[in-house]
Nanobody, 125 residues
């Protein structure tokens, strides 16, 4: 069993920055990739970013390209999402996910086996 715990969310003004983290634990944690998704009230869960655990290869959703950066610390089993130039439309609950069943569908939420509880990010205008 894998547990994912997000942290680092909060309230920030538009144009500001925030970093959220996701720590994975479990006796034998192993994953092909980890992803970040977000969900705003009344909207579907949206792909934000993913990182391939071994190679560090990264992928981003169109709405965050150039503003967000995903990274990972393999020794700590932790993935980070650095969010810069935040906009009010970035307001959402941010979730991390692990163990995708299909390595070519990292942007699809239901491909992931494990999810964190989410952390709220609120960007004020």
């Amino acid at each position: 069993q894998v547990q994912l715990v997000e942290s680092g969310g909060g309230l920030v003004q538009a144009g500001g920055s925030l970093r959220v983290s996701c720590a994975a634990s479990g006796r034998t944690f192993s994953t092909y990739a980890m992803g970040w998704f977000r969900q705003a009230p009344g909207k579907e869960r949206e792909f934000v970013s993913a990182i391939v655990w071994n190679t560090g290869g990264t992928f981003y959703g169109d709405s965050v390209k150039g503003r967000f950066t995903i990274s990972r610390d393999r020794a700590k089993n932790t993935v980070y999402l650095q969010m810069n130039s935040l906009k009010p439309e970035d307001t959402a609950v941010y979730y991390c996910a692990a163990n995708p069943r299909n390595p070519v569908r990292l942007a699809t939420p239901n491909m992931y086996a494990y999810w964190g509880q989410g952390t709220q990010v609120t960007v004020s205008s």
